[in-house]
């Protein structure tokens, strides 16, 4: 893959990430009571623009590369997940559930070093 | 290492199967597979085009391959969205993992790509992966 393509695949990965962080913000707000559950659609909105500039970004770069190629690529994203709702939403996991995300991530390593 | 999960926190889905969220990781998981596969027959038609469009997403969408990913890929956002008010996100879209099973097989279904023992070896690894992950929800809830 060319430099480009990298970026691009960093960017659309980025915006995966911050997409889905706000998603679910925006579904967990909803739950609370109406008072506070204020906003929710607004930042709905925010998380599905944020996952259309990765849709829009990653059909540029599937039209270039084997999609079984690409897909380990993306795979890393559940690592950047897990950190980003850690600090940004105050999740956590335990042992197994830790043990389950670094292992899935080195098949993706796997598959995509084939 | 903390072993409380957060998902104790978090509200109780309605009853029934259809309604389990871990279906819905499923559904969604499915029909992400099935898009992905969708999208890239959409995409080959446009592989020869080097236009900034191309690059960038837009010149696909005149293919009803690729409407047809996206109509799934829609689908499967609802799923995924019902799936997030009673999910953990790390866990859920860890758990979307399932889907690097799927589109390797429906590639070399579909598409005729290869799988070589590495691949082979790389997606047992994330089935071991994503059981752990389901083993740390079940441990979790067995402390309800």
Redesign the interface.
């Given at each position: 893959m060319s430099l480009l393509l990298w970026i691009l695949v960093i960017i659309s990965q980025l915006a995966l990430v911050v997409g889905q962080i706000f998603l679910k913000r925006a579904m967990s707000r909803r739950e609370l009571g109406a008072e506070q559950a204020q906003g929710w659609i607004g930042i709905l909105v925010t998380g599905i623009a944020a996952m259309t500039v990765w849709f829009l970004l990653w059909l540029g770069v599937m039209s270039r590369v084997d999609l079984s190629k690409l897909m380990p690529l993306e795979g890393i994203s559940p690592l950047f997940i897990v950190l980003g709702a850690a600090f940004f939403l105050g999740e956590r996991l335990n042992w197994r559930g830790w043990a389950g995300v670094v292992l899935t991530c080195v098949g993706v390593f796997l598959v995509s070093a084939s | 290492?903390?072993?409380?999960?957060?998902a104790l926190l978090l509200?109780k889905p309605a009853p029934g199967l259809f309604w389990n969220p871990y279906l819905q990781i499923f559904l969604t998981v499915l029909l992400t597979a099935a898009a992905?596969?969708l999208?890239?027959v959409g995409?080959?038609g446009?592989?020869t085009?080097s236009s900034t469009w191309?690059?960038?997403?837009?010149?696909?969408l005149g293919s009803g391959w690729?409407w047809i990913g996206i109509f799934a890929?829609v689908a499967s956002f609802g799923g995924?969205?019902y799936a997030?008010?009673f999910l953990?996100?790390?866990?859920a879209?860890?758990l979307?993992?399932g889907?690097?099973i799927f589109?390797?097989f429906g590639?070399?279904f579909f598409?005729h790509?290869q799988?070589?023992?590495?691949?082979a070896?790389?997606?047992?690894?994330?089935?071991?992966?994503?059981?752990?992950?389901?083993?740390?929800?079940a441990?979790?809830e067995e402390k309800v």
């Amino acid at each position: 893959m060319s430099l480009l393509l990298w970026i691009l695949v960093i960017i659309s990965q980025l915006a995966l990430v911050v997409g889905q962080i706000f998603l679910k913000r925006a579904m967990s707000r909803r739950e609370l009571g109406a008072e506070q559950a204020q906003g929710w659609i607004g930042i709905l909105v925010t998380g599905i623009a944020a996952m259309t500039v990765w849709f829009l970004l990653w059909l540029g770069v599937m039209s270039r590369v084997d999609l079984s190629k690409l897909m380990p690529l993306e795979g890393i994203s559940p690592l950047f997940i897990v950190l980003g709702a850690a600090f940004f939403l105050g999740e956590r996991l335990n042992w197994r559930g830790w043990a389950g995300v670094v292992l899935t991530c080195v098949g993706v390593f796997l598959v995509s070093a084939s | 290492m903390d072993d409380a999960s957060p998902a104790l926190l978090l509200p109780k889905p309605a009853p029934g199967l259809f309604w389990n969220p871990y279906l819905q990781i499923f559904l969604t998981v499915l029909l992400t597979a099935a898009a992905q596969i969708l999208l890239k027959v959409g995409a080959d038609g446009s592989s020869t085009d080097s236009s900034t469009w191309s690059l960038l997403g837009v010149k696909e969408l005149g293919s009803g391959w690729t409407w047809i990913g996206i109509f799934a890929f829609v689908a499967s956002f609802g799923g995924w969205l019902y799936a997030l008010r009673f999910l953990p996100l790390g866990l859920a879209f860890s758990l979307t993992n399932g889907v690097h099973i799927f589109v390797p097989f429906g590639s070399w279904f579909f598409l005729h790509e290869q799988i070589g023992l590495l691949r082979a070896s790389g997606i047992l690894v994330i089935i071991v992966g994503i059981l752990l992950l389901a083993q740390s929800v079940a441990k979790a809830e067995e402390k309800v």
